[in-house]
C-alpha cells in the first residue's frame, strides 16, 4: 500500500474512533471507504441548456464543467421530479418523500425541523453536513453541522445569507457580489476552513441562478451579443392547436415584466418599438435566452472552482460530484416559460455525478430516476440505513450498469398548485408514454378545468398534439389509468387533493 492511501485510510480510521455516539456507523465505516457527498444544485436549470445532454441549445450552453462530470462520471438521462416546482422538489430530495407527506405540496410549504431528513442521518452516520445557499423551505435547516443560506428567493446581487448560529429572522448578513460568487465562495470556506477534516462532509451548494431574473454578473454581458439563438419550433405557433386546455405562462407575460419591471432584470432593455407581436414574442425569447445562458455560464465557473477544490485537495477518488437543477424549465417551447407542468421540458430534471471509484467515464443511464431516490442514494454510499419513511430508492446500481430487474417502470407526479391558466395535476409517465390528469378546482358542483391529456413520447417526442381521444391509443390509456390508480395507493396519496388544504 502507497504511504499516502495508508495515511489516507488511517486519517478515516481515526475519525470513526471519534465518532463515539454511533457505534454501528463506525463498523459500517470499517474497511469501507465512506466518500464525500458534494450536491451542488442550481435552480431551474434545464436540461436543454446543459452541453452534455445534447438537446435543443446545448450547443449555445456554456456548461465544460457540468459536461466534465457527466464524461468523468455518469449521465441521467431520465429523471425527473415529482412536483415541478422549487420548495416541493427540495423538500423531497431531503426527505425522499413526496409532498402529501412531508408537507410541503406548493411554494407556500415548508420543512418541520423536527421531521425526518437524510442530513440527519448522514450526520448519525459520522458525516459532517453543511448547506449554502438557496433554502426556501422557511424554517431553519436541521440536521446539518453549518449552513449559511437565503432563506427565501434571496436576491442576486450582494445576498443576504443567514448563518448557523445567528437570528434565524433578523441575523441575515449581506455579502457583497455575485450570488453564485458568493455561494460558491462560502462553500469553499466551509470545506476549508470550517469543517472538521476527520469525518467524511457531505455539502449541499444551493444555488439561487439561473432563476428569474435569470441576473448574470456584468462579466457574461458579452457573451451571445452578436448572436441569434435558435427558436423553438414551436415559439410562433397558435395558441392552442393542439388539443391543450391551458394557457400556461406564455412569452407575453415575460415580455410585460421585461419592458414593466425592466430595472430587476440586466441590461440591455427589451426593445419593443414600433414592432408587432411575432417580432416582439421572439426579441422577448432572445433577451429571455442570452440572460438564462449568461447566468447559467456563471454558474459552471463556479462548478468549475469547486471541482478544482476536489481535485486539487485529492479528494476526486473519494468524493461523490453531483450537479443538478431543482426541476426543469421552458426555454420558449410551446411559447411557454417558468415550470410547474408535468410536460417533458418542466418534468425533467439534469442530473450528471462523478464517483471514480464506483461509477466508470461516460456511463449513460436511461432509467426512471426521481427526486425521492435522491437521499437514498446518499445514505446507501455513505453505507448507512435507510428509514422506511423514506419513498424512493437507491439508483447506485444504476450508476454501476447493472439496473436492477424490478427497477421501476413508470414515475408518478403531483402538482398541487392551483390556477386557471396552470391548473393541478397529477399523472403517470413510463418510458414511452404520459398520462396526465387535471383534476381542477371544485365550483358550484363542477370541476371546469377537468381534462386529461396523454402523449406517445415515441411519436411525438415533444409533446405537440394530446392525443387522449384517440381510438387507437385507448387501451394503452386504460392501462395507463389502472398504473397511475396504482401508484397513487402505492405513494399512500389517495385523498381526493381537493378536499386537501394546499400547503
Ligand atoms: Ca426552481
Given amino acids: ?219 457574461y454581458r458579452t457573451l451571445y451579443a452578436d448572436q441569434d439563438l435558435p427558436e423553438p419550433e414551436d415559439l410562433h405557433w397558435p395558441e392552442s392547436p393542439r388539443g391543450k386546455r391551458f394557457e400556461g405562462w406564455p412569452l407575453k407575460i415575460l415580455a410585460g415584466r421585461f419592458q414593466k419591471n425592466a430595472q430587476r432584470y440586466a441590461p440591455p432593455k427589451l426593445d419593443a418599438e414600433g414592432r408587432d407581436a411575432k417580432a416582439i414574442r421572439s426579441a422577448t425569447y432572445q433577451k429571455f435566452m442570452k440572460d438564462y445562458l449568461r447566468t447559467v455560464a456563471g454558474i459552471d465557473d463556479n462548478v468549475g472552482r469547486l471541482l478544482n477544490w476536489v481535485d486539487q485537495t485529492g479528494k476526486a477518488r473519494d468524493t461523490v460530484v453531483i450537479y443538478t437543477a431543482d426541476q426543469g424549465y421552458f426555454l420558449g417551447e410551446h411559447n411557454l416559460f417558468d415550470k410547474r407542468f408535468m410536460l417533458e421540458e418542466s418534468l425533467r430534471m439534469p442530473f450528471v455525478i462523478r464517483y471514480p471509484r464506483q461509477i466508470k467515464p461516460g456511463t449513460d443511464v436511461g432509467d426512471i430516476i426521481l427526486n425521492i431516490d435522491f437521499a437514498e442514494l446518499f445514505l446507501d454510499f455513505a453505507r448507512a440505513p435507510i428509514p422506511k419513511s423514506m419513498q424512493g430508492r437507491s439508483f447506485r446500481p444504476s450508476l454501476r450498469g447493472r439496473t436492477p430487474n424490478d427497477w421501476r417502470d413508470a414515475m408518478y407526479y403531483h402538482y398541487w398548485s392551483h390556477q386557471k391558466e396552470r391548473p393541478s395535476h397529477y399523472g403517470v409517465r413510463t418510458k414511452r408514454y404520459k398520462l396526465i390528469y387535471y383534476y381542477g378546482l371544485l365550483r358550484m358542483g363542477k370541476r371546469p378545468e377537468e381534462c386529461w391529456e396523454f402523449y406517445d413520447l415515441k411519436t411525438d417526442p415533444r409533446e405537440q398534439t394530446s392525443q387522449y381521444d384517440e381510438p387507437m391509443h385507448q387501451d394503452t390509456i386504460a392501462q395507463l389509468r389502472q398504473r397511475l390508480a396504482q401508484l397513487r395507493t402505492q405513494y399512500g396519496d389517495t385523498t381526493d387533493p381537493l378536499s386537501v388544504a394546499p400547503s
Fill in 1 to 219: 500500500m502507497k504511504r499516502r492511501r495508508f495515511l489516507q485510510m488511517a486519517g478515516a480510521g481515526l475519525g470513526s474512533a471519534l465518532l463515539g455516539s454511533n457505534a454501528r456507523a463506525q463498523q459500517r465505516g470499517r474497511g469501507y471507504r465512506r466518500p464525500n457527498i458534494l450536491f451542488i444544485m442550481s435552480d431551474d436549470h434545464t436540461s436543454q441548456a446543459i452541453g452534455c445532454y445534447g438537446l435543443r441549445l446545448s450547443a449555445y450552453a456554456r456548461t465544460k464543467n457540468i459536461d466534465r462530470i457527466a464524461a468523468e462520471g455518469a449521465i441521467l438521462r431520465n429523471c425527473f421530479c415529482t412536483n415541478s416546482i422549487c420548495v416541493p422538489s427540495r423538500a423531497s430530495i431531503l426527505t425522499g418523500q413526496y409532498g402529501h407527506l412531508n408537507g410541503a405540496k406548493t411554494l407556500s410549504g415548508r420543512l418541520d425541523p423536527a421531521a425526518d431528513n437524510v442530513a440527519k442521518h448522514l450526520q448519525a452516520a459520522g458525516y459532517q453536513t453543511a448547506v449554502v445557499g438557496k433554502w426556501h423551505l422557511k424554517e431553519q435547516p436541521a440536521g446539518f453541522d453549518y449552513y449559511n443560506v437565503l432563506r427565501g428567493q434571496g436576491r442576486y446581487n450582494d445576498p443576504i445569507l443567514f448563518e448557523k448560529g445567528a437570528d434565524w429572522r433578523t441575523g441575515g448578513k449581506t455579502h457583497p457580489g455575485h450570488s453564485t460568487d458568493v455561494i460558491t465562495d462560502q462553500a469553499l470556506n466551509w470545506l476549508e476552513e470550517g469543517r472538521d477534516p476527520n469525518k467524511p462532509f457531505a455539502l449541499m451548494c444551493h444555488f439561487k441562478a439561473v432563476h428569474e431574473p435569470f441576473y448574470s454578473h456584468e462579466r
